[in-house]
């Protein structure tokens, strides 16, 4: 069974389509939180989002403040602005799409959180460290994690050591200890590399496979630009920041 893992999609409409054609067929769909939040495209994104199959799908720190569950005093200036004019753009299907995304879930092996286990919505994993002290906030053997943009694996292994890994375009990882593997961001990526990222899970083989995939930028950067939402947001999509 093919499982397409993404996280962050962040109303980026094309990148999200990019990364659908990229990925092909899938048996289900894992999205680890905040499909809206930055870009121009909050209600197409969660209208292609709630139609994919065996949709398994959390919330977000900006799904949250969206919905008010949050105060948006905790985003920086643009951000919070960005969720301002959402919040003026978004549907009464939207708003209730959001309203049943979930904190945390466990299926099967893995647990699912959109920050961190320990705290789904707010704690950036970055860090051996802070990896290393959310260990014992799972019981499974994996955790798929979002939130920081960049795509991740954090191993422990049976000496209590944590590892880091950055997996590029193309790696197939395949899981031996326990770990917290993270795909990147579908429509804000952060790590200088500005191709959309996902990831495809092979449940027989049990491999992740990490792919970036080219998108049409400039497409949204117009529509960000058009928005109301800061120039900010539309500039960082060009380097990958
Ligand atoms: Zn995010």
Redesign the pocket.
């Known amino acids: 069974m093919r499982t397409l893992i993404l996280?962050?999609i962040?109303a980026n409409l094309t990148a999200f389509q990019a990364v659908l054609n990229a990925a092909g067929d899938v048996d289900q769909v894992w999205f680890l939180?905040?499909v809206v939040?930055?870009g121009p495209d909050p209600n197409e994104c969660i209208e292609l989002l709630r139609g994919q199959p065996n949709l398994q799908a959390l919330m977000?720190?900006?799904d949250a403040a969206l919905m008010d569950y949050i105060s948006i005093d905790r985003f920086n200036y643009e951000a919070a602005e960005a969720i301002r004019v959402q919040a003026g753009l978004i549907t009464q299907e939207g708003r209730d799409f959001l309203e049943l995304l979930r904190l945390k879930l466990e299926i099967d092996d893995l647990t699912l959180a959109h920050g961190s286990p320990r705290n789904p919505i707010w704690e950036y994993i970055l860090s051996a460290g802070t990896a290393k002290s959310n260990f014992d906030d799972f019981s499974t053997q994996g955790c798929l994690i979002?939130?920081t943009?960049v795509p991740s694996i954090f191993t422990l292994n049976q000496d209590n050591e944590v590892k880091i890994l950055l997996p590029g375009n193309g790696d197939r990882w395949r899981p031996n200890n326990r770990f917290i593997l993270n795909p990147g961001?579908v429509g804000?990526p952060r790590n200088f590399d500005p191709r959309a990222a996902f990831v495809i899970w092979d449940d027989e083989e049990d491999t992740y496979l990490f792919k970036r995939v080219p998108y049409d930028i400039e497409s949204v950067v117009d529509r960000i630009l058009h928005s109301g939402i800061p120039k900010r947001q539309a500039t960082r999509l060009w380097n990958g920041t």
Do not use: A, E, R, T
């Open positions: 996280s962050d962040h939180g905040d939040g930055y977000g720190n900006h979002g939130h943009h961001s804000q």
